[in-house]
């Protein structure tokens, strides 16, 4: 396995504010390609033959959801970017936007005609405000260039809300709302924004369709692992020599990226997927980086020897019950719940029944939560007691 | 009625345009004072409460007056990692106020953020919608002594 470039393939090749550079390298080719001659069902095959799945953590196949919302027989429809990013320890999609948005836009209008639809969305967080000049610029010279003539890109700003990067809670946030989740069903391809059909993909999901439709379904799916195909790109950071963005092929190991390319020494654990993402713990580190083992959207941040698990796993439960929406009980409550036990523990105490209260709340929140916050909030705390469940136990009998 | 409920969907349409006019008014006046609220909700169609609603929800709203300008130290597990704690007791001490707080001047407020996706160049920050890198105390006081 190894480093290939697929998603980066422009990144630092290309100037950002010239369209002229991007055609360079093939731009806007795969959109021709698309609108001619190729079949809106064409294409979708084409992307459920590549094995695409989504980059944003979920990992839900992209051609299957493109397909529910192709099929829908209704004029209006969206596509949606979400360039939300809040995932702790991920940076990745700021590095694309800032280095290649020309093969957002072409992949946005591709998506666009594959499922009918005749307006897109970019939702970038607030904290990304410094790029919203260069994207418009971006959409500015693709429209002047003729690429957007029936599809038409805008940009929605975040305002600081990490459930925003929530599919449905990102909807709600375009519609001028509070950024809350929505139950499910319906889902997005079949009512999404304003109740119409509305796919929502990932950054670096949408980087891929352009290869795809160039090359074909076939050669994507050649790369990676049985279930993941393609490369994934990892956000870096932590106690390492060199964090940064690594693009790998899909099924490389841990170790490959955190100490072959980053650099890291004396590693004792990995949290794997940010904030609801598994911790590795170094013995485990020649695991595989695919949707089979561990993935999330990416973000690898490094812990060293000299590190405390439970400190660790108290900040990010902390942020955790802030970035909650608040609709749903088990979520609010539970991480509330977690956030008080852990901070005893990190002030050096514990209580005897501490750990399995832990234990049985994590049970229900990760059964009963509405979304993906409070389904996977637990997971940090879970492998904590799982892999470094003596340093709970010492600091309980230490009290 | 703005809900899902069997077929039918009716949305307020004026209301997409809220957050974007939240946003606008946040800039141009430091805040959201209750004024603006107000003509809002009235302009857009809509109940004051949702507009407070909404306004409350996001952390880049503010309903209170706020400094000319916004300090916001990342306190996430990465930065965390680069001793982001310093890089706060700096700013603490620089400008004499706590998280949450703003300088009696007007000059600044500062508050603590979650990750603002720069981690590989951690410790980080914001001020307004500048982002600020690699940060050392030293850079601190310079940086600080560029706002007006
Ligand atoms: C709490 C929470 C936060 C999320 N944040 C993001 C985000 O910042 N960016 C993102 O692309 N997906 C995020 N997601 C996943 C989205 O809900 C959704 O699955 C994704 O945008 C779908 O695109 P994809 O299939 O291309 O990955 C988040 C999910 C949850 C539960
Ligand atoms: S953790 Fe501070 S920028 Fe990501």
Redesign the interface.
């Known amino acids: 396995m190894a480093q290939q470039r697929i998603v980066l393939r422009n990144c630092g090749v290309i100037d950002p504010m010239q369209i002229s550079t991007y055609l360079d390298r093939d731009g806007f080719k795969a959109l021709k390609k698309a609108l001619a001659g190729v079949t809106q069902e064409q294409i979708i095959d084409e992307i459920k033959l590549s094995g695409l799945r989504g980059r944003g953590g979920a990992g839900f196949p992209c051609g299957l959801k493109w397909e529910l919302a192709g099929k829908a027989q209704v004029d209006e429809k969206y596509v949606i970017c979400n360039a939300d990013?809040?995932?702790?320890?991920?940076?990745k999609?700021?590095y694309i936007l800032e280095r290649d948005p020309f093969t957002l836009i072409e992949a946005m209008a591709i998506a666009g005609y594959a499922i009918g639809a005749k307006r897109g969305y970019i939702y970038l967080?607030?904290?990304?405000?410094?790029l919203l000049d260069l994207l418009k610029n971006a959409i500015g010279q693709a429209k002047e260039g003729g690429f957007l003539d029936q599809f038409d890109i805008d940009i929605?700003?975040?305002?600081?809300?990490?459930i925003c990067g929530e599919e449905s809670a990102l909807m709600d946030?375009?519609?001028?709302?509070?950024?809350e989740v929505?139950y499910r069903p319906?889902f997005p391809p079949s009512?999404g924004l304003?109740?119409k059909p509305t796919i929502i993909n990932n950054v670096e999901t949408l980087m891929n369709i352009p290869q795809i439709i160039f090359n074909g379904g076939h050669w994507f799916s050649q790369l990676g692992t049985e279930q993941s195909k393609g490369t994934k790109v990892f956000?870096?950071?932590?106690?390492v020599k060199k964090?940064?963005?690594y693009e790998l092929v899909l099924g490389s190991r841990l170790r490959e990226l955190v100490e072959g390319l980053a650099l890291a020494e004396k590693v004792k654990m990995v949290?794997v997927g940010g904030a609801t993402g598994r911790i590795i713990p170094y013995e485990m580190i020649d695991m595989p980086l695919a949707f089979e083992s561990i993935l999330g959207a990416g973000a690898i941040?490094v812990?060293n020897e000299t590190?405390d698990i439970i400190d660790?796993v108290y900040?990010?439960m902390e942020?955790l019950a802030?970035?909650c929406c608040g609709k749903c009980t088990p979520c609010r409550e539970g991480t509330e719940v977690m956030v008080e036990i852990l901070e005893r523990f990190s002030r050096g105490g514990g209580l005897e029944t501490d750990i399995s209260l832990l234990e049985e709340v994590a049970s229900a929140m990760m059964l009963s939560s509405l979304c993906g916050l409070g389904q996977a909030a637990p997971i940090p705390v879970v492998n904590s007691l799982q892999y470094f469940r003596s340093v709970y136990e010492n600091r309980i009998r230490q009290n | 009625m703005?809900k899902?409920n069997g077929e039918i969907?009716m949305?307020n349409k004026e209301?997409?345009?809220?957050?974007?006019r939240?946003?606008e008014a946040q800039n141009k006046f430091g805040y959201l004072s209750e004024k603006v609220m107000i003509e809002l909700a009235e302009s857009l169609d809509m109940s004051i409460s949702d507009v407070y609603?909404?306004a409350t929800?996001?952390?880049?709203?503010s309903i209170r007056p706020q400094g000319r300008n916004i300090i916001r130290i990342c306190k996430?597990?990465?930065c965390?990692?680069k001793n982001s704690q310093v890089i706060i007791e700096t700013v603490e001490k620089e400008i004499g106020i706590k998280p949450g707080e703003t300088t009696p001047n007007g000059k600044f407020s500062f508050h603590l953020?979650?990750?603002?996706?720069?981690?590989?160049?951690?410790p980080a920050m914001?001020i307004n919608?500048?982002?600020y890198i690699d940060l050392t105390p030293n850079k601190i006081s310079q940086i600080l002594k560029a706002h007006k």
């Open positions: 990013e809040g995932e702790i320890g991920t940076f999609d700021r967080r607030a904290e990304y405000h410094c929605r700003e975040g305002a600081g809300a990490y946030s375009i519609e001028g709302k509070r950024g929505r319906p009512r304003w109740g956000s870096v950071s932590g106690d964090p940064g963005v949290q941040i812990f590190r660790i900040r990010v942020f802030e970035e | 703005n899902i969907y949305q209301q997409k345009e809220l957050l974007v939240l946003g609603g909404v929800f996001y952390s880049f709203f996430s597990v990465p965390f990692l953020t979650n990750c603002i996706g720069v981690c590989d160049k951690a914001m919608s500048e982002v």
